[in-house]
């Protein structure tokens, strides 16, 4: 949507308000269909007062009782923020790659300590998932009250060398994981396929428009990518990285 005005929180970068329609004025001010004036007193202590006056004046069209201290302008008003949409997103990208980097991270820590094949009724196994950095002496305690409490346990006798052995597996095969992982991250992956793959969880298909919308390839190579590690080696990293810088670039920018 053409002519959005995003007002955030300066301290914070959180977002307060989006408004369509909305055009600058000759004297700076912002309005939204060019017949009503945006307000910026959210941040101000008599704020509820001013809001009901402001009302009744935008109602009365009596303008000239709004403090042009008040009005929105793009640029920074006390603890407010106000910029277009384009730039905002534009100026947020950074931010919400590094996030979703962080998340990312947070995932490949995750391991499984898979115990029995069998839950209650067959439906389901018994697992521990966690941090792997929680102490292996503590993971092996839990793991054997998952297996007292468990119903229909194919081996529920398991020895705390068995587990720790388990444990061990799946450390190590969680730090492959983030090797690789940082390998293709080291093929500087354009961030607007990072915010993309965050913003619909990793799956393309959450995204509006489904695979008319035009990051789903974006999202699916970078999630094919971490999915399948393999890919995140040698001359397949530099062709994945082109690749993704590629579609990067053809994406449209005011979708």
């Known amino acids: 949507m053409k002519n959005v005005i995003v007002i955030s929180s300066v301290e914070t970068n959180e977002t307060k308000m989006r408004v369509p329609g909305c055009n600058v004025r000759q004297d700076g001010t912002v309005w939204c269909d060019n017949r009503m004036p945006i307000c910026v007193i959210g941040h101000l202590e008599n704020a509820d007062s001013l809001k009901v006056k402001y009302a009744a004046a935008v109602k009365g069209k009596r303008f000239d009782e709004i403090d042009p201290e008040h009005m929105a302008r793009i640029g920074v008003i006390g603890k407010m923020r106000i910029e277009w949409e384009d730039d905002y997103e534009a100026r947020m ?7 979703a980097r962080e998340r990312h991270e947070r995932e490949l820590r995750q391991i499984v300590v898979h115990l029995s094949s069998r839950g209650w009724g067959d439906y389901s196994g018994v697992e521990w998932r966690g941090d792997r ?78 695979i008319d919308n035009p990051q789903y390839w974006l999202v699916s190579k970078y999630a094919a990518a971490i999915e399948h590690q393999g890919l995140a080696r040698g001359a397949s990293t530099r062709k994945l990285s082109a690749q993704l810088q590629e579609m990067a670039r053809e994406m449209p920018q005011d979708y």
């Open 93 to 99: 990208l950074p931010q919400r790659a590094a996030e």
């Open 133 to 210: 950095e929680t102490p292996t002496a503590q993971i092996v305690s839990e793991c054997q009250g998952l297996l007292k409490s468990g119903h229909d346990v194919d081996r529920p006798d398991q020895s705390d060398e068995e587990i720790s052995a388990l444990v061990t597996t799946a450390k190590l095969q969680s730090h492959e994981r983030e090797d690789a992982n940082k390998t293709l991250a080291d093929t500087v992956v354009p961030a607007a396929a990072i915010a993309a793959y965050s913003a619909c969880g990793g799956n393309p298909d959450n995204l509006p428009d489904d």
